[in-house]
């Protein structure tokens, strides 16, 4: 193919001609249809291969929900808060909009210059429950020590509609250079 | 003398901005000096709403395919009597929902005959014209259904071939493309029978129909059909789009466009774009996708929104991370543009998905409202085919 294409499907050589066509006798209009539906209830429609069964359906998004069946995780991005220095993380403040009880897992990971290592902490938290689409607050005590802090949130596959408005990670730096 | 500590807060906060992959992941822009990056370095399985970043919707199967049948497209269209028909393409023949399927849905579908040409994996291109549905999958035939005929004992397919171009020896051909323009069905990247049997593959070429009428497809026999061999640039197609009164061929380095100038004799003025040998153009087939005023495809290096007045790159804070797992697909890369996702989501929405490694699926989701990506993930297998919104009842 031409460079860069990307055809994953070219033909190849194929059976004979089909047999002769069928026709439509008279006007088409005086005739009643074939199976068929009343136009109603549209849905997107995915065709699909399920990897575990080995077979194909046709699969539809349901958007009454977000309760995915796959895992969610977001990642914020990493914080040069004081270059050098480390930060004491004390708590995490998250404003989320109540589509029912949701189970997630919020991380925090923290560099050590010193070791030259990675250090992630992580607590599990259940919010919601009202289910009344409103804005709520809740505080995640949260403790952990160390230079560039990244929060990250996991939610589980199934474990419930999880809508953030926003998120607010509080701490100081330290006094000590870590370098 | 020690330093005091400093006390600080971060805020990140609506309107979150989606996936930025093109900067460090502690340089992000910022909202504001008080506030964090709305964007982020990694999002898997979060769409967002309203600003807000939220858990995506649950995927899960509606019906059963045929058993045994490998699908290759859904779609929808009306016939001359207003009634709805829901098709399903497989590899091997064209299936359409019956209205019971609620009640039984391992019975939900009914075979309107096989192709009988071979097994064809290339996505189903599907066109509706004049209450008939036209389609075709990278075999030898562009079929016809009405939604009226039958299959019976004697003919087991309820659709027919219309597509033959060489009436004198009775050849026909197929297409990977499929598109509608100035009242005429286009195929393009042909499939042609031979004199002596076989096929040719000819990625370069275009052909359209008779004017009204897409069961003529030989010049010879209808002046108003023909064909053109898009020789005098030096690469083949990769896709086709309507954009108002124009048609857009999309070539691997290039875009050519197709202006509808007669009803008669040489119905199209073809313009390309740009003709060199590298250049702009869609190198993944089945990623191009079009609704209304403005097509999406990708290109080596970015990718792009056309429409008749504007041409932009939309890959932006997240080109890098689109291209790098498009270089990991297993097969086709599927593309479609969603008008919404349900009436609580109206939002625009360019839907790429591609297969990766260990049969499972990669979906980047584009707004084009607020211009943000954000990633999907479905490790439970792979998407096959474009997703369509159909009747079901």
Partial sequence: ?179 | MARQPDYFEITYQAPFRGVHSTLPENKLPRASAELGSPFSPNISNFLLKNGEIRSRFPFSPLVPCPVGQTPTGVYAFVDSNGVSHTLLATVTGLYQLNKQWPQNPSKAWNSLGNFNTGNSYAPAQFVTFLYKTYFTNGGQYIWQWDGITSPTSANQNAFSPVSKYDTTHNLYFGAYFLGELNYQVIALSTVEQQIGGGVQYNPWQVRWSGSGNPTHWDPTVDTTAGYNPLLDVPDSITGFITIGRSGYIFRVNGITEMIPVTNGVLPFDFNHLWASDRGIGNVYPYTVAAYGPIGIFVSNEDIYQISTSSFDRIGAENRDAVIADLANATSNPIATILPNFGQTIPYVFYWLTIPMAGNVTKIWVYSTEDKSWTAWTEESGVIVGKMRLCVTG
Wanted: charged share 15%; with cysteine.
């Fill in chain 1, 1 to 179: 193919m031409d460079g860069g294409c990307h055809n994953f499907n070219p033909p190849g050589k194929t059976p004979p001609p089909a047999t002769a066509s069928p026709t439509i006798g008279g006007s088409p209009a005086l005739l009643t249809s074939t199976g068929g539906l009343y136009g109603v209830n549209p849905l997107l429609l995915v065709p699909f291969y399920n990897n575990t069964s080995n077979k194909y359906s046709v699969n539809i998004y349901n958007t009454n929900s977000f309760n995915s069946e796959e895992d969610c995780q977001y990642d914020f991005p990493v914080e040069d808060i004081v270059i050098g220095r480390n930060i004491n993380i004390s708590k995490v403040i998250i404003v989320y909009r109540d589509f029912g009880k949701v189970q997630f897992t919020l991380s925090c990971t923290t560099y050590s210059a010193k070791l030259d290592t990675f250090n992630t902490v992580s607590r599990q938290y259940m919010i919601g429950g009202k289910n009344d689409n409103k804005l709520h607050t809740t505080k995640c005590d949260f403790v952990t020590v160390g230079e560039r802090p990244q929060l990250s949130i996991l939610r589980k596959a199934g474990q419930g509609n999880l809508s953030l408005v926003s998120v607010t990670m509080v701490g100081h730096s330290s006094e000590e250079q870590q370098v």
